[in-house]
Structure formats: structure tokens, C-alpha cells
């Protein structure tokens, strides 16, 4: 088992994941992860979450068979994000999307009720 105790962890002991297609670079998704499930995601090799909704371990692709394998894991100069890079076997996002990061804040965010971003 790995040592994680100088990454940092939230009050919740999460910490948040970064997920980047290791060869276009594009960013694929955001998720939490426990210290638990970043050992299992580098003990098998595939990216394993916490799913806050439902207070679960969450395999990525366990049901839909879109897993991601990991190719190297990076935490930022706080240790308070990892960066986790992966070769996908399918879309990331839960709309068949590839990353979930496929609207614009103006497609969501009315301009009447947003704040001027500047």
C-alpha cells in the first residue's frame, strides 16, 4: 500500500482528479477520489472515483465498458489535485459525450443571472 499522507486531503478526504486523454491531451473529466480508490485505481491500473451521490467506489466503465487506463499520475505543487492521464476505451462523459467539458459557460449560465467574468 502506498503512502498518501502527504497529499492533502479535504475534510471529507477527497481529493479532486483531473482526467486527460493521454494522447490528445484533451481534459475528459473531473471526479473525487479516497485514498482507497487511488490505491485500487493503481493497484488495477484503471481509474477507480468515490462517487459522492451515491457514497461508492465507482470503477469508470465497470457497466458501460468505458474505462480508462491509466498512463501516469501527477499531483499538482499543493498535492491537493491529481492530474491522472489515461488511454479511454470509450467516452468519458455519461451523455456519450468524449469529455464532459463539451458546453460553453454561456450555454449554461443565463446573461442575466451571470457574473462578469474578468
Not at 497529499?7 to 471526479?31: K, R, T, Y
Request: glycine fraction near 6%.
Amino acid at each position: 500500500m502506498m503512502d498518501m499522507t502527504r497529499l492533502h486531503w479535504d475534510e471529507q478526504g477527497l481529493i479532486p482528479a483531473i482526467v486527460q486523454d493521454a494522447d490528445s491531451g484533451q481534459v475528459l473529466m473531473m471526479a473525487y477520489m479516497t485514498a482507497e480508490s487511488l490505491q485500487q485505481s493503481l493497484d488495477c491500473g484503471e481509474t477507480v472515483f468515490w462517487s459522492r451521490s451515491r457514497h461508492e467506489l465507482w470503477h469508470k466503465g465497470a457497466t458501460s465498458g468505458n474505462t480508462q487506463r491509466i498512463v501516469s499520475v501527477a499531483v499538482d505543487c499543493d498535492a491537493d489535485t491529481l492530474l491522472i492521464r489515461v488511454h479511454p476505451t470509450g467516452p468519458a462523459c455519461h451523455t456519450g459525450a468524449v469529455s464532459c467539458f463539451f458546453r460553453s459557460l454561456d450555454e449554461v449560465v443565463s446573461d442575466s443571472g451571470a457574473q462578469e467574468l474578468s
